[in-house]
């Protein structure tokens, strides 16, 4: 059976998420995707960024790196030596795509622009990914996405009316990024096999971030309001909340019609609910809200979040238990899709990674092999896909052309 | 030169866990056909809405992400409507649709019966879990998904509620991997000339948002939790680490990092802090040079993050997000949807585009496309064929 993406090739020249990411998707559905590192300042989620394999410090041992880069094959080039750029171009040469995401302007400094590798591959799909794009005031400012995520008004649309704003765990906003870029480079792929362009991709990880805030953005635009976080209600359902379980485990409930509601308090055990006049109608349940959500936690503390959920749902009623990063891994919906796939790491022992959320019926993607320890690949690549004899390999490596 | 996928049809029967995924098709050029229920989509009664004088006003969410596209109604209730529904799939490049798992199978419309009259169809069912798993059935709506997708469980205080962001972001995740499924199909067609369904669950396109935090738990069996203001895991001493800081007019976004970025913020600010007097000797002292983050105890990073949030209370966020950009430092102001609409940068690659609503008397500023492809922005079309 052919793979979705067979025959394409990309190389990426980055690091962290927001570039890797999509390579590593495109990796899952078979296209062959190079990593080009440097030796000398490898990748930072392998050198200072937890966790780490038993918590061992070691450019091989990071669990951060190994995420976003399964499926793909590990290279080094020096590419402040010539012939180390020499070999950047000729990998690109023979690739389709390029995804890059230095700051703007550094991969031309390096001789690696869109026009210096158009001129060797005319058809070439080159993406540039940066926080705030290429052009622009800020275009230069450097940034990681755990705080991009408050630039584009999530930090600000989380959390307690009336508390602080909350931290989004992660890069949150690279994820984002890592979706839009993909979908940008299969684009201009499909463009490229259709009319033999190229294209060159500006993606700025803030705007993509904004895609998601685009209807409180249209809403300022519209009537002025400026949206705020509200905690975990809805302006439309009610009940609409986190509740507390025994053992300390969370379960959401909402109800998004008056039929819910009855059927709620029905499988709740509470019908009193139902004829108090504080909760008759959505407006007296909208102006009680806090003390309903107070009754409901008073009844949901003796519960267990997971029996819970299976009892709600079964009484078609919107319910779910939270779940914990180790929960995601006994998940059986997600164990059904099977979205994490082991495999055996030189350094790491058996681990496991993330397939992403669509699957294909016909041609399905998998995790096809571990994260590529530094410079793993080189041999395979320079030498049998790009024909260096091993002599010229041996000389270039003694000059420091892999370094 | 020509837009990316312009010589592409779409046919969109989604509902909103789908909106997503049409909108950006049509933002690189497809030809998208929306397809809603008889009376409308019922997102369009949705608050916040745009007010059109003597039209019915327009709910928001759906006009945010429903441009791009033009529009039909169509009962699929009716045999005329599911008639009329199967031939357009027959000239369709994708199909994308969100009914309930084995709808679209019970209406004698799935995928093995439209393929036959069109076998190169791409059809993208988005649900909340799959087309199957034990939770295929459930009900979800934005909350349910971002519990069981491990999102809430990272934000909020310490061992209190697990939080949502407050607008409903699931949608989005999986309306986004949604398109990405679409054209790595199309990828297959390419080559092949055939097509496939492609099986879209929400849940875990929701959780991308957690990024590597379950590895973690893969690795070294730690169980990342929330932690409020704070960010943990950057230490191998488990120390909290402050992300969010009061400021003068609300809050900014400040992470002490190392690397040579993080080193190059820490000396800035520090010169920036004893500019108004507020450097502690001892913190102008600090070697930056070898200043790394993974070694520090709670105490060290305590005693550093004292008298940076003393500073930060007398910054304001214009002023901070100015000083950041000028002096190539790490942060940024916790902004509003108001800032947002008045961000320099923003406004210097012309992301926003005025776009005039039929029925409205003046432009709306939308948000752009969501990336440049050879220096031109993804434009914004109003809808077309709109009663």
């Known amino acids: 059976m052919q793979d979705a993406l067979e025959g394409v090739t990309g190389v990426e020249f980055g690091s962290f998420a927001a570039g890797p990411g999509i390579g590593k998707y495109l990796a899952n559905f078979g296209a062959r995707v190079i990593h080009v590192e440097s030796a000398q300042r490898p990748d930072g989620l392998r050198t200072h960024y937890p966790p780490f394999k038993d918590d061992k410090v070691g450019l091989n041992r990071a669990g951060a790196f190994a995420f976003w880069n399964d499926s793909k094959y590990g290279v080094t080039l020096n590419l402040k030596h010539a012939q180390g750029l020499e070999l950047a171009h000729r990998l690109v040469e023979k690739s389709d795509f390029v995804i890059e995401n230095m700051r703007p302007g550094v991969m031309a400094r390096l001789g690696l622009g869109y026009r210096q590798l158009r001129e060797r591959n005319p058809r070439l799909v080159l993406l540039s990914t940066s926080n705030m794009g290429q052009t622009g005031p800020y275009a230069d400012h450097p940034g990681f996405g755990s705080q991009l995520s408050s630039l584009s008004g999530f930090s600000e649309l989380i959390g307690r009316a009336d508390g602080p704003p909350l931290f989004i765990y992660g890069p949150f906003i690279d994820l984002i990024a890592v979706a839009f870029g993909g979908i940008a480079v299969l684009a201009a792929l499909d463009h490229q096999r259709r009319t033999g362009e190229g294209a060159h991709i500006d993606l700025s990880q803030y705007e993509a971030g904004l895609q998601f805030v685009t209807a409180p953005l249209l809403e300022y635009a519209a009537n002025g309001k400026v949206a705020r976080r509200n905690g975990n209600r809805d302006p439309v359902a009610i009940p609409h909340g986190c509740y507390p379980c025994r053992e300390g485990c969370w379960c959401v409930i909402s109800c998004w019609d008056e039929e819910e509601w009855q059927r709620f308090c029905i499988a709740a055990g509470l019908p009193a609910l139902s004829k108090d006049p504080r909760f008759s109608e959505v407006s007296e349940r909208r102006a009680h809200e806090t003390e309903l959500n107070d009754l409901i936690s008073q009844w949901t503390r003796e519960e267990d979040a997971e029996k819970l959920m299976h009892r709600l749902q079964a009484s078609r009623i919107h319910a779910a238990a939270v779940r914990s990063m180790r929960e995601l891994f006994s998940d059986p919906q997600v164990a059904s899709r099977q979205v994490w796939q082991k495999q055996s790491h030189p350094e790491m022992g058996e681990h496991h990674y993330r397939m992403g959320s669509f699957q294909l019926a016909e041609t399905p993607g998998r995790v096809r092999k571990p994260a590529p320890c530094l410079g793993e690949h080189n041999e395979e690549i320079f030498c049998d896909w790009l024909g260096l004899a091993p002599e010229r390999y041996r000389e270039l490596e003694g000059q420091g052309v892999f370094s | 030169m020509t837009m990316l996928l312009e010589s592409y049809r779409v046919l969109d029967a989604t509902g909103p866990l789908g909106f997503l995924t049409g909108r950006i098709l049509g933002d690189l050029g497809a030809e998208v056909t929306k397809i809603e229920p008889p009376g409308g989509d019922p997102s369009r009664k949705w608050l916040p809405q745009l007010s059109l004088g003597n039209r019915p006003a327009e709910g928001l969410f759906w006009l945010a992400f429903n441009v791009n596209k033009r529009e039909i109604q169509l009962d699929l209730e009716t045999e005329a409507g599911r008639d009329r529904f199967r031939s357009l799939a027959k000239e369709t490049d994708f199909l994308l649709e969100t009914f309930p798992p084995g709808k679209l199978d019970a209406w004698g419309l799935g995928y093995r019966v439209l393929s036959e009259d069109n076998p190169g169809l791409i059809l993208v069912s988005i649900t909340p879990f799959g087309q199957e798993g034990p939770y295929r059935d459930f009900l979800a709506s934005d909350l349910e998904i971002m519990a069981l997708a491990g999102v809430m469980s990272l934000a909020g205080d310490e061992g209190a509620e697990p939080m949502r962001v407050t607008?409903?972001?699931?949608?989005?995740?999986?309306?986004?991997?949604?398109?990405?499924?679409?054209?790595?199909?199309?990828?297959?067609?390419?080559?092949?000339?055939?097509?496939?369904?492609?099986?879209?669950?929400?849940?875990?396109?929701?959780?991308?948002?957690?990024?590597?935090?379950?590895?973690?738990?893969?690795?070294?069996?730690?169980?990342?939790?929330?932690?409020?203001?704070?960010?943990?895991?950057?230490?191998?001493?488990?120390?909290?680490?402050?992300?969010?800081?009061?400021?003068?007019?609300?809050?900014?976004?400040?992470?002490?990092?190392?690397?040579?970025?993080?080193?190059?913020?820490?000396?800035?600010?520090?010169?920036?802090?004893?500019?108004?007097?507020?450097?502690?000797?001892?913190?102008?002292?600090?070697?930056?040079?070898?200043?790394?983050?993974?070694?520090?105890?709670?105490?060290?990073?305590?005693?550093?993050?004292?008298?940076?949030?003393?500073?930060?209370?007398?910054?304001?966020?214009?002023?901070?997000?100015?000083?950041?950009?000028?002096?190539?430092?790490?942060?940024?102001?916790?902004?509003?949807?108001?800032?947002?609409?008045?961000?320099?940068?923003?406004?210097?690659?012309?992301?926003?585009?005025?776009?005039?609503?039929?029925?409205?008397?003046?432009?709306?500023?939308?948000?752009?496309?969501?990336?440049?492809?050879?220096?031109?922005?993804?434009?914004?079309?109003?809808?077309?064929?709109?009663?």
């Open chain 2, 167 to 387: 607008l409903p972001s699931a949608p989005l995740w999986a309306g986004v991997e949604a398109a990405m499924g679409a054209l790595t199909a199309l990828a297959y067609r390419s080559s092949t000339g055939r097509g496939q369904q492609v099986d879209v669950s929400a849940q875990v396109a929701a959780m991308a948002a957690v990024a590597h935090a379950p590895i973690y738990w893969d690795l070294n069996r730690v169980n990342p939790e929330r932690t409020g203001i704070y960010m943990t895991g950057r230490t191998l001493t488990g120390a909290r680490m402050r992300v969010l800081w009061p400021c003068q007019d609300g809050w900014i976004n400040f992470i002490i990092y190392g690397g040579p970025a993080g080193r190059h913020t820490n000396r800035e600010l520090v010169v920036w802090m004893d500019e108004r007097d507020m450097a502690p000797d001892w913190l102008k002292q600090m070697d930056w040079s070898t200043f790394t983050v993974p070694e520090l105890t709670q105490e060290e990073i305590d005693r550093l993050e004292a008298p940076i949030g003393s500073f930060f209370a007398t910054v304001t966020k214009r002023e901070f997000y100015e000083r950041v950009m000028d002096r190539g430092m790490l942060g940024y102001p916790v902004a509003t949807v108001k800032e947002i609409h008045e961000d320099p940068q923003l406004e210097g690659r012309n992301f926003w585009q005025n776009v005039r609503i039929p029925g409205s008397d003046s432009d709306l500023r939308f948000p752009g496309g969501f990336t440049i492809v050879n220096g031109k922005r993804l434009p914004i079309r109003v809808p077309e064929g709109r009663e």
